[in-house]
């Protein structure tokens, strides 16, 4: 069974030991990365390596989607940013694009999902990863799921010292 990684902007604590489980082995198949994901200064707890990047409702980061094998794009809006990709060596997912199936597959969890939560709530990008996760791959994988504490501790990058706070 191959394991997908799904790495959020929450916290991620080192005794998961997650860097050099992302970086140094070959336990998980795919790392799938979203939004901002900065990665400069917390790669000693999160890694480097991304396999995908998802490109959400946030403002598009060329720098960090040139670390990637793939972007999946959800929405349309970023034209240009898709346009200078294209002599890269990056595939480009586009949600839109995917087989009837996987659009049908997703659209019905984000539906089960707005059914529990409520007709106002808005998806984020993470969960909107691990729903196309849910809905691309097939059941030969397994996913896993580091950086999602319900936005307990907002984006790792907007607290002060996580890590102090976390021990």
């Not at 900065?38 to 995908?52: A, E, F, N, P, V």
């Not at 060329?62 to 670390?67: C, M, R, S």
Request: include cysteine; aromatic fraction near 10%.
């Amino acid at each position: 069974m191959e394991k997908i990684l799904i790495i959020g902007n929450g916290f991620v604590s080192r005794e998961l030991n997650l860097a050099h489980r992302v970086d140094e082995t070959d336990e998980f198949s795919k790392v799938i990365r979203m939004n901002e994901c900065k990665l400069l200064s917390y790669h000693d707890s999160i890694g480097w390596r991304m396999d995908i990047y998802h490109q959400g409702f946030s403002r598009f980061v060329p720098d960090i989607a040139l670390l990637a094998k793939e972007v999946w794009w959800t929405i349309s809006g970023h034209q240009a940013e898709q346009k200078a990709m294209e002599g890269l060596a990056i595939k480009q997912v586009f949600l839109n694009k995917l087989p009837r199936e996987a659009q049908v597959k997703y659209k019905e969890r984000k539906m089960g999902v707005l059914k529990e939560i409520g007709q106002g709530f808005q998806p984020s990008c993470g969960l909107s990863t691990i729903l196309l996760c849910g809905s691309i791959f097939p059941f030969a994988h397994k996913i896993y799921l580091a950086g999602f504490d319900g936005g307990e501790s907002g984006h790792i990058w907007n607290a002060e010292d996580l890590s102090r706070q976390r021990k």
